[in-house]
């Protein structure tokens, strides 16, 4: 099917943010510090909603789950491009790249759904508040997670089965500090004008169709809210401004890589330090910050940490 000269790359190597060295030792000490803030908040997260039985409700089992997937999102980029920068080493083998690039499209097309899940959870409670435990049972939200986990890896599937076998004959050199299919295909030796078609049809217009799916669902719940009462409209606002923000900042970047792919300017390695460093940090934050039970859930759980160490 391709041509058999074509020599085998083995690896790829990362051109990062910067090859200035005093630069590269400024974004070592920003990665780490906004790493250790992304596990240490997505974390407290996720055993505050595990661990207190007050937030074993549909809004906070989702909102652990998204916690968990910026975790993992961050940790599939964010400590190699710390080492990467520690080291000078840029490198990573053909199959980490693939590697990399299949759960980082698991866990996005993941967390997309994710949010429709959230939102369709906020829809029942503010619209429809007298059915929402018998709507969104456990069972529900075991069976929308399972949803969610399973339409992700379907997508990342679809998305390296088309690319996965293309040939590279020797060009290697990828301009950001991870593995993404606009730049992988782009060091392909072939004519890529199709599978770039096909990058885009899949992964951009998903995220633009289902950022628009969600705007309108947010729309739609506080018109209803405003048509039944103008009193709850300020209720419902300021319970979905922390959903609108999230997902803003989720698909902004997303939008931008895959319905402009291939950009003159480095702009979309800027933007992906917003989606695997800024956005995990911030999730947790407007969550927490805005969210009584929250922080009340995790008050609780630091005073029963310190009651343990006092006795042992």
Same mark, same amino acid.
């Given at each position: ?7 085998? =790359? ?11 060295? &005093? ?9 780490? *510090? ?24 549909? #809004? ?37 790249? =693939? ?18 899940? #959230? ?16 709507? #969104? ?49 782009? /060091? ?16 951009? /217009?998903?995220? /633009? ?49 895959? *319905?402009?792919?291939? &950009? ?12 695997? #460093? ?5 999730? &947790? ?12 859930? *995790? ?14």
């Amino acid at each position: 099917m391709y041509e058999t000269n074509y020599s085998e =790359v083995s690896e790829f190597i990362f051109l990062g943010l910067s090859t200035y060295r &005093p630069v590269q030792h400024f974004l070592l000490a920003f990665s780490t *510090m906004f790493y250790v803030t992304i596990v240490l908040g997505n974390v407290s997260v996720v055993l505050t909603v595990t661990l207190d039985f007050h937030l074993h409700s549909p #809004m906070y089992f989702f909102l652990g789950n998204l916690s968990f997937i910026d975790l993992c999102l961050s940790t599939l980029t964010v400590p190699k491009m710390i080492s990467d920068l520690y080291s000078g080493y840029n490198t990573i083998s053909f199959s980490g790249c =693939v590697t990399q690039m299949f759960f980082l499209h698991i866990l996005g097309g993941s967390e997309m759904v994710l949010l429709i899940a #959230m939102a369709v959870d906020r829809y029942v409670a503010i619209c429809k508040p007298l059915h929402y435990l018998r709507i #969104m049972s456990p069972r529900m939200c075991s069976s929308l997670l399972f949803g969610v986990w399973v339409i992700g890896l379907i997508h990342s599937v679809i998305q390296l089965a088309f690319v996965v076998h293309l040939p590279f004959c020797g060009p290697n050199e990828i301009d950001s500090f991870y593995c993404d299919l606009p730049w992988f295909i782009k /060091l392909a030796c072939i004519d890529t004008y199709k599978m770039e078609f096909l990058v885009t049809a899949n992964s951009g /217009l998903i995220s /633009l169709g289902t950022f628009f799916l969600l705007l309108l669902s947010y729309t739609f719940i506080l018109f209803t809210v405003w048509k039944s009462s103008s009193g709850g409209l300020h209720k419902a606002l300021s319970t979905l401004s922390a959903h609108i923000t999230v997902v803003v900042l989720f698909f902004g970047p997303c939008i931008f890589v895959y *319905m402009w792919p291939f &950009p003159t300017v480095p702009v979309d390695k800027f933007l992906a330090i917003l989606d695997f #460093m800024i956005t995990p940090i911030l999730n &947790p934050a407007i969550y927490t910050l805005r969210n009584k039970d929250i922080k009340l859930a *995790m008050r609780r759980l630091h005073g029963q940490l310190l009651s343990l160490k006092r006795i042992s």
